[in-house]
């Protein structure tokens, strides 16, 4: 996403250098250096050699006059356009990335830094994306489930980018398979049925945490395939992601519909500790967007169908203890969580 910045106007011509129309700004200086020079060049020797101290002096004065002109001429130098690079998601299937790379374009265009987001080609998985941001190498920042070691790594931006969506889980069952929890009332009720998450992710720590059986698996798309092949029963999703990820495995997996999964957790946007420049942009983009609504609209566009899809009202919610959360979470500000409960 290229931030809009005012591309510099330039009047037509004006006057004539030689054979060269002239323009006034920047282009008009460039054009009159050509011109000056090339009249060197077709001045006599005796001439050039009588005059030589004084055609250095020129010479050098046409060099100091190019080179604002020229830089001017530069792309992105005369915008003053800084790039961030943000990662792209293992799978092409996986949509959860949209969201979160949407937000990070509005907040940024909201700084007073002109920036431009630029996604490299490698995806990678969420230890990837620490390493590659603890080391300052191939991305700047990145939208990841917050943890107490995530923080203590990197530099998180501590506004929840999903209002807590990512704390309120449903269930991916294989087809023909909800009754194994449609009694389910309680927690005690759930530790008889195994779960799994991605080895990486912190709702391993947090499901484990509660005392429940998780099976975890090395790749997001190898999850789905566990699930169908039985080696796992219950696999909690977020409202945001469920709903995409049982129609890409309509023919073999639903939505259980009786039973709702709640910790308090998020994802935040994270850089490198010593980016304390781009953190504060983010941070400073993120409250502009949170006042002007912008926050809000993007938020509901993404996701104000799948929380309605979700009956959350209408479903047994077990709540969980987050053991990952922070004294630094702003859980007091209640404007940025979704139907929080603790």
């Known amino acids: 996403m290229y931030t809009p910045c005012r591309m510099a106007s330039f009047p037509q011509a004006s006057d004539t250098a030689g054979d060269l129309p002239v323009q006034a700004g920047p282009i008009a200086a460039v054009q009159k250096g050509i011109a000056a020079m090339s009249g060197l060049r077709r001045m006599p020797v005796a001439l050039k050699e009588g005059r030589g101290a004084s055609l250095k002096r020129g010479l050098r004065r046409w060099r100091l006059a190019l080179l604002p002109a020229l830089m001017l001429l530069t792309p992105g130098s005369a915008a003053g356009v800084e790039v961030v690079r943000y990662p792209i998601p293992e799978s092409a299937a996986d949509q959860r990335y949209d969201y979160p790379r949407k937000l990070l374009e509005l907040v940024l265009s909201k700084t007073r830094t002109a920036y ?13 994306q620490i390493i590659e941001l603890e080391a300052g190498r191939t991305i700047d920042v990145s939208a990841l489930p917050s943890s107490a070691e995530r923080e203590a790594r990197l530099l998180p931006i501590r506004v929840p980018l ?30 008889g049925v195994r779960l799994a998450q991605g080895q990486d992710w912190p709702d391993t720590q947090i499901l484990s945490g509660n005392g429940l059986e998780v099976i975890n698996g090395s790749t997001y798309e190898g999850l789905f395939k566990m699930l169908e092949s039985q080696r796992f029963d219950y696999f909690p999703r977020s409202v945001m992601e469920i709903w995409d990820e049982q129609e890409a495995h309509a023919s073999t997996l639903e939505i259980e519909p009786h039973l709702a999964l709640h ?21 400073e983009g993120m409250e502009k967007a949170i006042a002007d609504g ?14 309605r899809k979700a009956r959350l009202n209408d479903r047994t919610v077990i709540e969980l203890r987050n053991p ?4 630094e979470t702003p859980s007091n500000r209640r404007e940025l969580w979704y139907g929080v409960r603790r």
């Open 162 to 191: 999903n209002k807590g969506l990512l704390g309120w889980r449903l269930g991916l069952v294989r087809k023909g398979d909800t009754h194994r929890v449609a009694q389910i009332k309680t927690l005690s009720d759930l530790m």
């Open 263 to 283: 910790y308090f957790y998020d994802s935040y946007f994270f850089v490198n500790k010593r980016n304390t420049k781009l953190a504060a942009d983010i941070s």
């Open 294 to 307: 912008s926050f809000d609209k993007l938020f509901n566009e993404h996701w104000g169908e799948r929380v």
């Open 116 to 128: 431009r987001v630029e996604y490299p080609t490698v995806s990678m998985s969420q230890n990837r």
């Open 324 to 327: 990952l959360l922070t004294p």
